[in-house]
């Protein structure tokens, strides 16, 4: 089974910020990494696919990068509605989510 | 529009079984991989099964695999999840959700999801 890693599992920073978190996978997934957003008592939503693509209709200022097997997902410069959990997940074999980032404003 | 509405959960005692449903509008059911994936009180998300378009292929987390079903009726546009032998820590939130593809390759349309508690 392959294992996602992400960090930091929670993180605080101020409007405007860049913010940075990284995805681990156990072994070479190329670039079969996905990224999500959940907020709160919400369902989680697609936001970036195959490691950098952006899902029509998310914000220029969210972004990924990576492939293998270290992954980085970004926000270029956090806005207050940006504030959920983020979870990356592989689908080079089946689905497996990374534990999640919890995104506060500071 | 796109949606997906899960139905079935509830509170069951340890052992017993419960059935999920999503009824799936707005798109082409037989043309996309159907996945559930559930998340516990406080928890992230657990991926828990996959049917492919067809009904061809399906599979399971090691965690529910020989305990919990996964099946679609394509001419009613429906995806359940039977789920038998419950135990408390199958508690949690279950989305159903659709695959970007036949198969697997990610989540681009989720349900509300369905609560189901596991309790005595």
């Known amino acids: 089974d392959i294992q996602m890693t992400q960090s930091p599992s929670s993180l605080s920073a101020s409007v405007g910020d860049r913010v940075t978190i990284t995805c681990q996978a156990s072994?070479?997934?190329?670039?079969?990494l996905n990224w999500y957003q959940q907020k709160p008592g919400k369902a989680p939503k697609l936001l970036i696919y195959?490691?950098?693509t952006l899902e029509t209709g998310v914000p220029s200022r969210f972004s990924g990068s990576g492939s293998g097997t270290h992954f980085t997902f970004t926000i270029s410069s956090l806005q207050p509605e940006d504030i959920a959990t983020y979870y990356c997940?592989?689908?080079?074999?089946?689905?497996?989510f990374g534990g999640g980032t919890k995104v506060e404003i500071k | 529009q796109v949606q997906l509405v899960e139905s079935g959960g509830g509170v069951v005692q340890p052992g017993r079984s419960l059935r999920l449903s999503c009824a799936a509008s707005?798109?082409?059911?037989?043309?996309?991989?159907m996945h559930w994936v559930r998340q516990a009180p406080g928890k992230g998300l657990e991926w828990v099964a996959v049917?492919?378009?067809?009904?061809?292929?399906?599979y399971y987390a090691d965690s529910v695999k020989g305990r919990f079903t996964i099946s679609r009726d394509n001419s009613k546009n429906t995806l359940y999840l039977q789920m038998n032998s419950l135990r408390v820590e199958d508690t949690a939130v279950y989305y159903c959700?659709?695959?970007?593809?036949?198969?697997?390759?990610?989540?681009?349309?989720w349900g509300q999801g369905t609560t189901v508690t596991v309790s005595s």
């Open positions: 959700a659709r695959d970007r593809s036949k198969g697997v390759y990610g989540l681009d349309v």
């Open positions: 707005g798109f082409t059911f037989s043309s996309y991989g």
């Open positions: 049917m492919w378009y067809n009904g061809t292929y399906k």
């Open positions: 072994q070479d997934i190329s670039d079969y």
């Open positions: 195959d490691a950098s």
């Open positions: 997940q592989q689908f080079d074999d089946l689905l497996t």
